[in-house]
């Protein structure tokens, strides 16, 4: 993905178009968001990393932040099947949200960012008249080298 800066700089006029601003809240929490993009974050762990930067930053503001996100399409809120509420930045790159491979063995949550469905779509709206304007596919099962014993993740099975 682009540098941060210039992320902040297309989030921020997405924003602007829909009437808010990016205050120093949003801002701090995007940061976070965009530098640990690979991790799939929870709220209190991006809470965690907001208040290293901005240690006024309650846990209210955090949700209130995210949720916010999330109802703008800046984010994409998902549970990898931990019991956990995780927030995915979502990219202009990419017409539809990235897919993942979730291993039941450690925990791990592997991205594809290839958009292996536009057949199916195409399909979709020939034969049913249906449209499809995005879609998430998740993978659940285990890495080879978690069911040889070799992986590399602390073993946190999820269910």
Known sequence: ???????????????????????????A????LLENEKEHLSAEEVFMLVRQQSPKIGIATV??????????HIVEKMNFGDGVARY???????????HHLICRE??????????????LEKRLETEYGF????HRLDFYGSFRDCTNNNCKHNCKAVS
């Open 29 to 32: 929490t995007l940061r976070v």
């Open 63 to 72: 949700y209130r932040v995210l949720e916010l996100f999330s109802e703008l």
């Open 106 to 119: 450690c925990g791990e949550v592997r991205e594809i960012m290839e958009d292996w469905l536009s057949l």
């Open 88 to 98: 995915d930045l979502r990219s202009e790159e990419h017409e539809h949200m990235h």
């Open 131 to 134: 449209t499809v304007t995005d």
């Open 1 to 27: 993905m682009t540098c941060v800066t210039e992320e902040l700089s297309r989030i921020n006029k997405r924003l602007s178009a829909q009437g808010y601003k990016l205050t120093p809240q949003r801002d």
